[in-house]
């Protein structure tokens, strides 16, 4: 879905509606905690390389890729079924007691792609979704000074974080599909009720492989803080069983 402004071209990331460039001028309305609806309806959610340690306590953390292993993005899986998230509450709210990823921290606010007369730019710009422009009631980004508000500075800060994170998590995802050591794999899901769900299109790093690794590969790997993550994301497959628990009988 892409929205236009001006000249401009919006294309919003994966779970918003329409977006817009966030202005000094605007009053937002909070989230308040609540999962946007598209987000209640998907098995999987991107993580950061940043989060795949608080996230592999409570998730599995997979590698996926949707061009067959030629690119990844990490995710951690949220259901054992398509349209199905088993962390969200019955009041729309993440559930307590288990880690919340900074894709969901984030909302309203977001960093989307531009185009401009059809050409992809390399800049991303802050923005807003729209449904959380609120005139009448909502929340001012400046006080009375002209300075950022606190909430606003925080959340602007998430957001920018999130977007370095990004760029770290590509580099790494990069880095592993170069080194050749992500497989996909595949789990068969039998639901309390007796459905048989089959989950396909995920890759995992295969231990055999990283021991295969020349020494220097290794210590990159270890230099660069990402085999820590790569034994966490390993550890967290253990979690597909928590996922049937959490499925309703």
């Known amino acids: 879905m892409q929205q236009e402004t001006s000249s401009l071209s919006i294309t919003p990331p994966f779970g918003y509606g329409a977006v817009v460039p966030v202005l000094n001028s605007q009053r937002i309305r909070p989230a308040?905690?609540?999962?946007p609806p598209a987000l209640r309806r998907t098995n999987?959610?991107?993580?950061?390389?940043?989060?795949?340690?608080p996230a592999s306590r409570h998730y599995p953390v997979i590698f996926a890729s949707a061009d067959n292993g030629q690119s990844f993005g990490v995710?951690?899986?949220?259901g054992l079924a398509n349209n199905e998230n088993l962390f969200v509450s019955p009041s729309n709210t993440w559930v307590d007691g288990v880690y919340q990823p900074a894709y969901l921290r984030?909302?309203?606010f977001c960093m989307a792609t531009v185009s401009q007369g059809g050409q992809q730019q390399d800049e991303r710009i802050v923005c807003v979704a729209s449904e959380a422009l609120d005139d009448a009631n909502g929340q001012p980004l400046l006080?009375?000074?002209?300075?950022?508000?606190?909430?606003w500075d925080s959340q602007r800060h998430l957001v920018l974080e999130y977007e370095a994170?990004?760029?770290?998590?590509?580099?790494?995802?990069?880095?592993?599909?170069?080194?050749?050591?992500?497989?996909?794999?595949?789990?068969?899901?039998i639901s309390k009720s007796g459905a048989?769900?089959?989950?396909?299109?995920?890759?995992?790093?295969e231990e055999q492989l990283l021991e295969r690794l020349k020494a220097d590969d290794l210590r990159m790997l270890i230099?660069?803080?990402?085999?820590s993550r790569l034994y966490a994301h390993m550890i967290s497959l253990d979690n597909l069983g928590a996922l049937l628990d959490r499925q309703p009988a």
Do not use: S
């Open 75 to 78: 995710v951690a899986l949220v």
């Open 196 to 205: 048989i769900t089959n989950l396909a299109g995920m890759y995992r790093v």
């Open 165 to 189: 994170d990004l760029i770290r998590t590509q580099q790494m995802c990069d880095l592993l599909a170069k080194l050749d050591v992500l497989r996909p794999f595949g789990a068969q899901a």
């Open 143 to 151: 006080d009375a000074e002209g300075k950022n508000q606190p909430w």
């Open 106 to 108: 984030r909302y309203p």
């Open 223 to 227: 230099g660069k803080g990402v085999m």
């Open 32 to 35: 308040a905690g609540l999962v």
């Open 44 to 53: 999987a959610i991107p993580v950061t390389m940043a989060e795949i340690g």
